[in-house]
């Protein structure tokens, strides 16, 4: 299982960072949301011939549903 360390430890020294799960870190990527972006461009001879703008949005289906709204009891 991969671990990364991206969470901080505490809140009074930034710096400090605990292992983060993999998994745990997609799990919360997925519930709130992430977006991609990037551009390719395609040149010769430094004359832009294709330029692609990519933008992804990941998430899980339950994070872009709007939320049901209550029942009447």
């Known amino acids: 299982m991969g671990v990364t360390t991206l ?3 505490s809140a009074d020294d930034p710096l400090t960072y605990r292992p983060v799960a993999l998994v745990d870190l997609l799990d919360r990527v997925l519930a709130t949301g992430v977006v991609i972006t990037g551009d390719i ?3 010769i ?3 832009d011939l294709v330029r692609i703008s990519l933008r992804a949005l990941i998430a899980s289906v339950g994070a872009l549903a709007p939320p049901e709204p ?3 009891p």
């Open 7 to 9: 969470a901080p430890s």
């Open 41 to 43: 461009t395609l040149a």
């Open 70 to 72: 209550e029942a009447a």
């Open 45 to 47: 001879a430094d004359v």
